[in-house]
Each structure stands twice: as structure tokens, then as C-alpha cells.
């Protein structure tokens, strides 16, 4: 009798655990679709108000004020990842959306650059390369954290490398940035998911546990991260098989 108990107490917290996991990843892409979302409708609003646009391109090019908004989405994920435990809640989502806008201000230009028919293409490309990555990394029992330094550092070094050649505009730089981008951000994301997966199930890459009141916060940094790692990997497709207007 006392087994029975011991064995139904041990599956009742199983299933507990299981319900928080699964509740966790879908605040995490919930947090993800509302980011694609207000990046849509400001990507929206530049392309169709000329005075905002005036703001931030010139004769000579980007104003002041545009450098601020393309260079800007990086300081905010480096605020968002150095100071998430000092930062409130309500704080952090305000920064969350502040970027989304941002980063939606960059996507007008791109619509500004490019035809809507390879932007299409290349997002529906996107949205299935990200659905079968994440689908492997949810279900894959390969451990991926040990690319996760190797995964990281290609990040950094496209980061780097894209920015220098935001300066010098080089076409075929970045031809070849689109194709490292898509390996690079296609693996990232079957990594991202699961490492998303483990937090949900209050386990961080080390086994350890993670307190609940931080589950709030800890999705909408899982967030954050699949969303620059879909639009980037967006972004290096259009670099590819995008059409100039």
C-alpha cells in the first residue's frame, strides 16, 4: 500500500512537471509570435509614412536617428541579457517590445529593398526551416549543448563581420554572410529549442534547477532569442535568393 502511494505521488509530480514544461514553451513562442507581430506592423507603418522615413534616411544615406534605430536592437539584447535577474518583469517586456520595433524598422527597409515576392518566398522558407529544427531539437535525444560554444561564436563573428560590411557594402561579403548565416541559424535553432525545452523542465545546461519566479522572465529571453534566430535566418535567405527592386 505504501508503494502504491510512493508510485502515485511520483506520478502525479511528473505529470506537474510535464503540464509546467509545456506551459512554459508556449508562453516562450507565444512571447515569439507577439515580437513577429509588432515587428510587422512597424515594418508596416515606415514603408507606408514618408515623413518617418525622411527621419531616417537622407540624400547621403542613413540619418543620426537611423543609425540609432538599426544599431540600437544590439544594446537592447545586451541590456536584456546582463541585467535580466536586476530587471522587473514589466521592464523587460517594455524592452522586448521597444526591440521588436526596432527591429521592425530595420525589416521596412528590407521591404523597401526587395520585391515582395522573393520576401514572401524567402519567409515561408524560413518559417519551414525553423519548423523542422525546432520539431528535431524538441524531440532529438542527442545532446546539442556541446555545439552551443561553437554555435556562439560563429553568432559573434557574423555580428561582427555584418556590421564592418554594413560600412563597406560589399555585395559579394554578403552573399557569401547569407549562406554561413543559414548553416549557422538553421543548427541554432534545433540548439535553442532544446535548451528552451530543458528550462521549461527546470533544468538549465548543467542539470541544475531554476527557481519558478523566474519562469516569467526565463521565457521571454527564450523568446527573444528564437526570434532573432528566425529573422536572421530570414534575413540570410534573402541575402541568397532575394530580388532587388
Do not use: H
Amino acid at each position: 500500500m505504501e508503494q502504491q502511494n510512493y508510485q502515485y505521488q511520483n506520478d502525479s509530480v511528473f505529470v506537474q512537471q510535464r503540464s509546467v514544461s509545456k506551459k512554459f514553451f508556449a508562453n516562450v513562442f507565444m512571447w515569439m509570435f507577439v515580437a513577429l507581430a509588432v515587428s510587422s506592423v512597424s515594418a508596416f507603418v515606415l514603408v507606408n509614412s514618408p515623413g518617418i522615413l525622411s527621419m531616417l534616411v537622407g540624400d547621403r544615406g542613413f540619418t543620426a536617428l537611423g543609425y540609432i534605430a538599426i544599431f540600437a536592437p544590439l544594446g537592447l539584447v545586451m541590456i536584456m541579457g546582463a541585467a535580466m535577474q536586476r530587471l522587473s518583469y514589466p521592464a523587460l517586456i517594455g524592452i522586448f517590445l521597444l526591440y521588436s520595433i526596432l527591429t521592425g524598422v530595420m525589416l521596412g527597409f528590407v521591404l523597401l529593398i526587395y520585391t515582395a515576392a522573393s520576401i514572401a518566398i524567402c519567409f515561408v522558407a524560413a518559417a519551414i526551416i525553423f519548423a523542422v529544427m525546432a520539431v528535431m531539437g524538441y524531440t532529438t535525444d542527442v545532446d546539442l549543448s556541446r555545439f552551443g560554444p561553437i554555435l556562439m561564436a560563429a553568432v559573434i563573428g557574423l555580428v561582427v563581420v555584418s556590421v564592418i560590411n554594413f560600412f563597406i557594402g560589399s555585395d559579394t561579403l554578403g552573399y557569401i554572410l547569407g549562406f554561413i548565416g543559414v548553416a549557422v541559424f538553421t543548427a541554432l535553432t534545433a540548439y535553442k529549442v532544446q535548451e528552451i525545452k530543458r528550462i521549461g523542465e527546470g533544468l538549465d545546461e548543467n542539470g541544475n534547477e531554476i527557481a519558478l519566479a523566474d519562469s516569467k522572465k526565463l521565457a521571454l529571453m527564450g523568446a527573444l532569442s528564437l526570434y532573432i534566430t528566425f529573422i536572421n535566418l530570414f534575413l540570410s535567405l534573402l541575402r541568397i535568393f532575394g530580388d532587388r527592386r
